[in-house]
């Protein structure tokens, strides 16, 4: 049965730049075939869930101030319009048509570059509890054993306002929050996890919490933690990989 996972995505200039995270995913994605992947994307914000139905889904171009070889990337993935319908029908969510964000095609880029697997995207509510996110991927967790993948795609740590030059050292900060998660994560502590604001150095790692949010719904699809890639980029992005079995 396919894991539940928790990507870290950085910035969108993973998609083109190799280094540690783009090397893994790469590797990684070769190693899975799932027969369709429903993604939960910190950068799909919504107060309801809501789920996307379109058959031919956009690559989506949600920033600035990035090379235009980026602008010009293309992720042409098909969607799974039936898988869609059936994820509303079961989570009460609702249908409509969206393209796929940063948060989705930049690490499904590198892991199924032939872009030939089925795509559904969820909405992340982060209005919900993180009682109902982990109880959301609870849910989704029967659809691993049909073959699909469900990611949580955000960012381990994610302040934008204190990144640094590439190859700069990970400040203790990021390290406190970072090792914290890795321990509660691997020893299967969920009430804490459940908590996680109250971490070390959680707010300064997290000023909002739609970057952490995803890797509570890849938490309830799964159970056992195992952290697959660890690495830093910027100095305060935590390039954290986890899969829950």
Same mark, same amino acid.
């Given at each position: 049965?396919?894991?539940?996972?928790?990507?870290?995505?950085?910035?969108?200039?993973?998609?083109?730049?190799?280094?540690?995270?783009?090397?893994?995913?790469?590797?990684?994605?070769?190693?899975?075939?799932?027969?369709?992947?429903?993604?939960?994307?910190?950068?799909?914000?919504?107060?309801?869930?809501?789920?996307?139905?379109?058959?031919?889904?956009?690559?989506?171009?949600?920033?600035?101030?990035?090379?235009?070889?980026?602008?010009?990337?293309?992720?042409?993935?098909?969607?799974?319009?039936?898988?869609?319908?059936?994820?509303?029908?079961?989570?009460?969510?609702?249908?409509?048509?969206?393209?796929?964000?940063?948060?989705? $095609?930049?690490?499904?880029?590198?892991?199924?570059?032939?872009?030939?697997?089925?795509?559904?995207?969820?909405?992340?509510?982060?209005? $919900?509890?993180?009682?109902?996110?982990?109880?959301?991927?609870?849910?989704?967790?029967?659809?691993?054993?049909?073959?699909?993948?469900?990611?949580?795609?955000?960012?381990?740590?994610?302040?934008?306002?204190?990144?640094?030059?590439?190859?700069?050292?990970?400040?203790?900060?990021?390290?406190?929050?970072?090792?914290?998660?890795?321990?509660?994560?691997?020893?299967?502590?969920?009430?804490?996890?459940?908590?996680?604001?109250?971490?070390?150095?959680?707010?300064?790692?997290?000023?909002?919490?739609?970057?952490?949010?995803?890797?509570?719904?890849?938490?309830?699809?799964?159970?056992?933690?195992?952290?697959?890639?660890?690495?830093?980029?910027?100095?305060?992005?935590?390039?954290?990989?986890?899969?829950?079995?």
């Amino acid at each position: 049965m396919l894991p539940s996972l928790f990507i870290s995505h950085g910035s969108p200039m993973l998609a083109l730049t190799p280094g540690p995270a783009h090397d893994f995913l790469r590797e990684f994605g070769a190693t899975l075939s799932p027969k369709a992947i429903v993604v939960v994307s910190a950068h799909w914000a919504s107060e309801r869930l809501l789920v996307s139905t379109s058959e031919r889904p956009e690559t989506i171009h949600d920033f600035g101030g990035f090379p235009r070889a980026l602008f010009e990337c293309q992720y042409p993935a098909p969607g799974d319009p039936e898988l869609a319908l059936k994820l509303a029908r079961k989570l009460n969510a609702v249908p409509l048509e969206r393209g796929l964000d940063h948060g989705a $095609w930049v690490p499904l880029s590198l892991m199924f570059p032939a872009a030939d697997v089925p795509v559904v995207s969820l909405s992340l509510p982060v209005t $919900w509890s993180n009682q109902d996110l982990v109880e959301l991927g609870a849910t989704l967790a029967e659809l691993r054993s049909e073959g699909v993948l469900v990611i949580g795609s955000g960012s381990l740590t994610h302040n934008l306002a204190e990144m640094q030059a590439q190859g700069t050292p990970m400040p203790a900060w990021v390290g406190e929050f970072s090792d914290w998660i890795f321990d509660k994560l691997t020893s299967g502590e969920r009430d804490a996890l459940l908590a996680w604001e109250t971490a070390p150095q959680a707010r300064r790692n997290h000023p909002t919490p739609e970057h952490f949010q995803p890797l509570l719904v890849a938490l309830g699809a799964g159970d056992e933690a195992s952290r697959l890639h660890h690495s830093v980029e910027h100095g305060v992005l935590t390039m954290d990989l986890y899969a829950f079995a």
